[in-house]
């Protein structure tokens, strides 16, 4: 099992950045494939990010391609998002999530283990 930790996120405005840290416990953190999944209220958990365990693969969704940046440090235990250019509608709940089995990066239903999100506003 793997414990995730979210922490990075507030309040900024329109243009700006805010970088995403997720921490996990344990020292098998390099056997997960990580991803970043959003909610915002009312709406579905959408995907993200995501990158693989060790290759440095990443897959982004398209509305955040170019703007945000996926990376890992399995030394460390964490996953990080970097966000630039943030909009109003990044506004959102972001959720880290751990993937031990097969990897299919973009499906929530895939990853076995979810942090408790931490909160992105991005006023204008």
């Known amino acids: 099992q793997v414990q995730l930790v979210e922490s990075g996120g507030g309040l900024v405005q329109a243009g700006g950045s805010l970088k995403l840290s997720c921490a996990a416990s344990?020292?098998?953190?390099?056997?997960?494939?990580m991803g970043w999944f959003c909610q915002a209220p009312g709406k579905e958990r959408e995907f993200v990010a995501a990158?693989?365990?060790?290759?440095?693969?990443?897959y982004y969704v398209d509305s955040v391609k170019g703007r945000f940046t996926i990376s890992r440090d399995n030394a460390k235990n964490t996953v990080y998002l970097q966000m630039n250019s943030l909009m109003p509608e990044d506004t959102a709940v972001y959720y880290c999530?751990?993937?031990?089995?097969?990897?299919?990066?973009?499906?929530?239903?895939?990853?076995?283990?979810w942090g408790q999100g931490t909160q992105v506003t991005v006023s204008s």
């Open positions: 990158i693989s365990r060790n290759s440095g693969r990443t």
């Open positions: 999530a751990a993937e031990a089995g097969v990897w299919r990066p973009g499906e929530k239903l895939a990853y076995d283990y």
């Open positions: 344990g020292r098998t953190f390099s056997t997960y494939a």
